[in-house]
């Protein structure tokens, strides 16, 4: 929020509690006003939402409902996340360094279907009488083709590879998928698509990153995978996210959580919620200069030997964002 204010832009900021606070202050972690002020924002910018406190709570009252009630009510289906290595913090990544080195990939990911919102799900007894957990994984065909269109658009504004990542081996809803996004390749002829499993996708994210340039995948396997992709490059303090409904409305957030292990202390990476800020005025405020501005700043600072402790340093988050600041 600082660094969008310094940016002078005219925008007007509202905000509204989700997750544990709106739970712990009014009974249900995404209010109908919170969810009311987010179809009437042209954008939205959010915290990441986990509490600890609440984790034994019924799954519709928990933090995680907000930020999934959200994707859903807004039709959020595209869920872009970039992972792009800075060449000053090579030197962080879990790999080695000429292996980070020039990673340049951008995962799409599905965020409205999946297992993550199959239905029946539930708890039930086996003829055994054992407890049992059960999930649907689902997709339809109009699913999987309107993330695969944006996968191919995508690709087309990079450098036209796309890798479609799924488990068509074992899962009828990813021969489905395979199958939908080969149909759509037909209309992107200019684009080279390939297929991935995606327990090889984890492998090779890690043997041979530079190989991919855009990802596109289903909610489960591109949550999971974009923190592997996080530490890829770094940490995953880094990394933003832009969540987009059909007409480009968004919802901007770091691809990591409430960091429960850290909250409180002063030492959360705030670059992945800037970078956010960022990417939220170039996809839905139309503002590139200022998004640039941003992402430069970013990479000014780094490039000054700005460090959180994830990144090996000991700037509090704060500190790391007066970096940023003055970098503007
Ligand atoms: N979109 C959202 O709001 C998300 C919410 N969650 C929720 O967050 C809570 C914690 O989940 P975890 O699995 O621990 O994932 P997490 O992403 O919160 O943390 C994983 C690890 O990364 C570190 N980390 C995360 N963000 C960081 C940052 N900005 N700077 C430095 N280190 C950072 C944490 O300290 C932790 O060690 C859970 O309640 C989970 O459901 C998880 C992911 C996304
Ligand atoms: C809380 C989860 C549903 C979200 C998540 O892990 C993510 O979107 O990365
Ligand atoms: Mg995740």
Known sequence: MRVLKALDLGLRFESALAGGAAYKAGGHPLPPA????????????????????????????????????????LGLFANLRPAKAFPELVGESALKPEIAAGIDLMIVRELTGDVYFGDPRGRRTTEAGLREGFDMMRYDEAEVARI???????????????????????????????SVVIEVAADYPDVELSHMYVDNAAMQLVLRPQAFDTIVTGNLFGDILSDQASACVGSIGLLPSAALDADGKGLYEPIHGSAPDIAGQGK????????????????????????????????RALADGARTADLGGALSTREMADRVLANL
């Open 148 to 178: 695969a269109r944006l996968g191919f658009e995508t690709a087309r504004k990079r450098r036209k590879r796309l890798c479609s990542i799924d488990k068509a081996n074992v899962l009828e809803t990813s021969q489905l998928w395979r």
């Open 268 to 299: 959360a990476n705030p670059l992945a919620a800037i970078l956010s800020a960022a990417m939220m005025l170039r996809y839905s405020l139309k503002q590139p200069e200022a998004a640039e501005r941003i992402e430069a700043a970013v990479a």
């Open 34 to 73: 919170t969810l009311d002020l987010a179809r009437r924002a042209d954008a939205i910018l959010f915290g990441a939402v986990g509490d600890p406190d609440c984790d034994t709570l019924p799954r519709e009252l928990r933090p995680e409902q907000a930020i999934l009630g959200l994707r859903k009510a």
